[in-house]
């Protein structure tokens, strides 16, 4: 194996991508290690939500220098942290990102010193730091980084062993160091999400594929232990209202001082406080009996966004409550991923049952697919990922689901609106199955769009802000006019046979341009029916539809 000297933009971005997945994979392992508060979320629930938002936040930039991606890590996952392990997390990551601020590819010194950082800003996050926690597991970890990279300034490689080697050693003595631990018979439950997270980075920079990467967890469970749980009892909560939200658009006179003290409030009027982040933007948790008054405090920095108060007494009342679960109400249901509010329409006309929003630009996560599949009352569900991306997010939820979920493998959405009007309710799901796929294959599609930057691709010469056409996503065509790619992608596509030609515009495309092609196409083609439909896709002004 060739030596790695440093961490790229890609490379990073392929090592936190590796990361999420595996904790995902491991989700429930590192849930069934939590022996906190159950209604505050389960951690690796929680860590898992969060890596998801920061995956997302890096797949929707364009990252060229380390420290681009690892501002993009720390956004996301700060934006869409979950629970007290999620917020943490996202701590890390901010001081992971603070340390490679400027840097263009990290050496393993610049890593070792990120890893300093990282435990550093978190532990000054938390209100009252324990050891045991994610937090000791973070801080030994960056202790033998920085000795590592003195003494091997140029393996990155020899990094992460040690790295993994000091992080699993830490983490079976925090059963000795937290009292709770101890008696549950478990680790620390963070402390192995955050393994998992660089067990998952340490695979890519092997070469390893992911879901060949093992974790041994065998001796995170000691079944000998004495194990009394007596934090299901709704006498050991006593802050009621889990509060959340982000803090956004600080007023101009918002000091340092003002966050320190709006986070001494929060502590006189409830529990598990984090206020976390920056004079850009705040995320705000906290257990309280008066989420209003939280609020209030919260309204004298500046606006609130994405509030969430959850009742965690009448979570507890319904998880207690809880019996066999009502059974379906039909036997198939369908869930799409949509492109735009134009495609969203349509499925959702066509009879889907949950639409994800997502595409190109913004994937969704396993677990939102997860969440529509949940949410639809039927034994068998259909899952269209409208995007080759997608698929195998689509496909590991089918292997997690306790549905039965088939997936249909389709790329665009043109190819999932046809497999959804080939279903026929009153067929057996095989049947449905091969009639949803031949349908989708017959489509062929073609889209246009704008180049982003100077390119040659085969025989082009593709100026930045050109017109360009792509056929199974791949440019065949370049031009200035949206209505001459248009035209030359459709003549690639129709043949003799084709009797339908559909036009799905985009949000940045008027319909009276959109009605002014069709009628070119129908002009060109007057043996084909030709449709016009509001797709409200972004950055596509075309998603062109032949069958």
């Not at 159950?38 to 930039?61: C, F, H, L, Q, Y």
């Not at 209003?292 to 919260?298: D, E, I, M, V």
Request: glycine share 8%; hydrophobic share 40%.
């Amino acid at each position: 194996m060739p030596d790695i000297t440093y961490v790229d933009a890609v490379m990073m971005r392929e090592m936190v991508i590796a990361g999420a997945a595996l904790l995902e994979k491991n989700r429930d392992a590192v849930n069934a290690l939590n022996v906190f508060p159950v209604p505050d979320g389960d951690t690796g629930t929680n860590m898992s939500m969060t890596m998801i938002s920061a995956v997302r936040e890096m797949n929707g930039k364009e990252l060229t220098t380390t420290s681009q991606a690892a501002a993009a890590l720390a956004k996301g996952a700060l934006r869409g942290a979950r629970g007290n392990s999620g917020v943490i997390l996202s701590q890390l990551f901010r001081g992971f990102a603070k340390s490679l601020d400027g840097v263009d590819k990290a050496t393993p010194i610049q890593i070792a010193d990120a890893f300093k950082v990282s435990a550093d800003t978190a532990y000054k996050a938390v209100m009252k730091p324990k050891e045991g926690t994610i937090l000791t597991v973070a801080r030994v970890i960056a202790e033998h980084a920085v000795k590592q990279a003195q003494q091997q300034p140029n393996d990155v490689l020899a990094l992460f062993r040690v790295v993994l080697t000091s992080g699993e050693s830490i983490l079976k003595q925090t059963q000795e160091m937290l009292p709770v631990l101890k008696q549950a018979g478990v680790v620390d439950a963070g402390g192995r999400g955050l393994l998992l997270l660089l067990t998952g980075a340490d695979a890519v920079l092997r070469g390893e594929q992911i879901e060949d990467a093992q974790v041994d967890m065998s001796g995170d469970f000691h079944t000998e232990a004495e194990v009394v749980d007596d934090h299901d009892a709704l006498d050991e909560i006593h802050f009621a209202y889990c509060t959340e939200f982000l803090v956004q658009n600080l007023l101009p006179e918002v000091r340092e001082a003002d966050i320190v003290s709006f986070r001494r409030k929060l502590n006189r009027i409830g529990d598990c406080v984090m206020v976390v982040g920056d004079q850009t933007l705040l995320k705000v948790h906290v257990h309280t009996n008066e989420p209003g008054k939280a609020l209030q405090y919260a309204a004298m920095l500046g606006e609130m966004d994405e509030i969430k108060i959850d009742n965690m007494l009448q979570q507890k009342r319904e998880k207690d409550a809880l019996g066999t679960p009502a059974a379906p109400l039909k036997d198939f249901g369908m869930v799409s991923v949509s492109l735009g509010q134009g495609f969203s329409a349509i499925f959702k006309d066509l009879g889907v049952d949950s639409v994800v929003d997502g595409g190109q630009t913004m994937n969704p996560s396993i677990e939102d697919l997860q969440k529509a599949v949940d949410s639809v009352p039927a034994d068998t569900v259909f899952v269209l990922p409208n995007n080759g991306n997608i698929t195998l997010a689509a496909r590991q939820v089918a292997e997690l689901s306790e549905k039965r979920v088939i997936v249909i493998p389709t790329k665009n959405v043109a190819m999932g609106i046809a497999a959804v009007v080939a279903f026929q309710p009153d067929f057996p799901a095989e049947d449905n199955e091969q009639r949803m796929n031949e349908a989708a294959q017959r489509v062929r599609t073609g889209t246009v769009t704008y180049a982003v930057r100077d390119s040659e691709y085969q025989d082009m010469h593709i100026k930045a802000g050109s017109i360009i056409g792509l056929t199974n996503g791949e440019v065949t065509c370049s031009g200035d006019s949206t209505d001459a790619i248009s035209m030359e992608l459709l003549r690639g596509l129709v043949t003799e046979d084709d009797g339908l030609i559909t036009v799905y515009y985009g949000e940045d495309t008027q319909r009276e341009d959109a009605e002014n092609l069709a009628a070119k196409v129908a002009e060109e083609f007057c043996t084909c029916d030709v449709e016009v439909h509001s797709g409200g896709q972004p950055l596509y002004y075309y998603l062109l539809s032949v069958e």
